[in-house]
């Protein structure tokens, strides 16, 4: 470890008792917003002192058995201390990238809830049933993980599939697991209409917001146009005999978000905002991001850097993320929700980039 980064850790680890300290002084009852923010700064720190503290005590065991090898005469002792040493230097490269990795800025939006927006793109009514089996796909892998779905919206098609489906999932650090997989997803397989057996290639698209709450920011009601009219499913047939619907325009930026899945107008109202400051604050994200970023070959950490990140193979059995290179022949396991090589691999890809854009 060179001594810049061991005198930045001295530092971290010297910050800690301070930082305790001002947490236990904060009245929780009055100052919630501050409790949590200073609770996740103590968490961090002391994450990175951890790792420091381990990395010391591998090297001071690598130092105590280098030490007594000078000193033993007995050969089977001298061979116990060499293997204490082969034993651990090898743990210290990793642990020191670690130390680095838990150095970089944090996401500030890792923490939250997201909504999860699935729409089919090219394809025709293949892509609308695609987007289904997306939505499959994720609810299954949050049930893995023991995470919360909530349907907000299924908006289905005239034969079988879905125009639209949001939803949301609700568990610490869920953005920061499925931020990566948004982009096009494509699927080649024969549609169970296809007659000829030719295989077709079909897109949907999936967007993943983190679900902003009112604190976030700060929304004027003269900033928004409120529409009201009467549900409608497929085929344009009214579901609804009450303008129940409701249609929510951000004049500034103009982004149109309805929500008519509920037959309550308030409840479909509620749907909407979350929806707006969800889509609002990605949008300030984004762009402070791209103004970061605005001398870099690449923008780091924004989750979205080609329009087909994935393919799904039928014939083949195969899921290929194009973003990291990595292909699995396990498509039926990926569909039932088991995506943990690729979300940890996308995670690992997004840290090593940022670790590089950092060092240069």
Known sequence: MDKSLHDKLE???????????????????????????MAKKHSDVSTIVDLFNQWKNIVQEIKDAEELMEVETDEDMKQDFEDIILLNKPQLDPLIQKI?????????????????????????EEAAIWVGDLY???????????????????????????????????????????????????????????????????????????EAEEVDLSIAPNDLKIDVYRSSGPGGQS?????????????????????????SQLKNKNQAMRILRARLLKAEQEKAAAERAKDRKDQVG????????????????????????????????????????????????????RLANLQE
């Open 11 to 37: 530092t971290i680890e010297n910050s800690l008792p301070e930082i305790e300290k001002q947490l236990s002084e904060i009245d929780i009852s009055r100052d919630q917003k501050g409790y949590a923010e």
């Open 100 to 124: 680095k990795i838990s150095l970089l800025p944090k996401d500030p939006l890792d923490e939250k809830d997201v909504l999860v927006e699935i729409r089919p793109g090219a394809g025709g």
């Open 136 to 210: 499959k796909m994720y609810t299954r892998f949050a049930e893995r993980n023991a995470w919360n779905v909530e349907p907000i919206e299924l908006t289905a098609s005239d034969q079988g599939g879905y125009n639209k489906i949001i939803f949301s999932i609700k568990s610490k650090g869920v953005y920061s697991k499925l931020k990566f997989e948004a982009g096009a997803h494509r699927v080649q397989r024969i549609p169970k209409t296809e007659s000829q057996g030719r295989v077709h290639t079909s897109i949907s698209t999936v967007a993943v917001l983190p």
């Open 239 to 263: 579901v609804n005999t009450t303008d129940s619907a409701v249609r929510i325009t951000h004049i500034p930026t103009g982004l149109v978000v309805t929500s008519q899945d509920e037959k």
């Open 302 to 353: 924004s989750g979205e850097r080609s329009d087909k990140i994935r393919t799904y193979n039928y014939k083949d059995n195969r899921v290929s993320d194009h973003r990291i290179n990595l292909t699995l022949k396990k498509l039926d396991q990926v569909l039932d929700g088991d995506l943990d090589q690729f979300v940890d691999a996308l995670i690992a890809d997004n840290e090593a980039r």
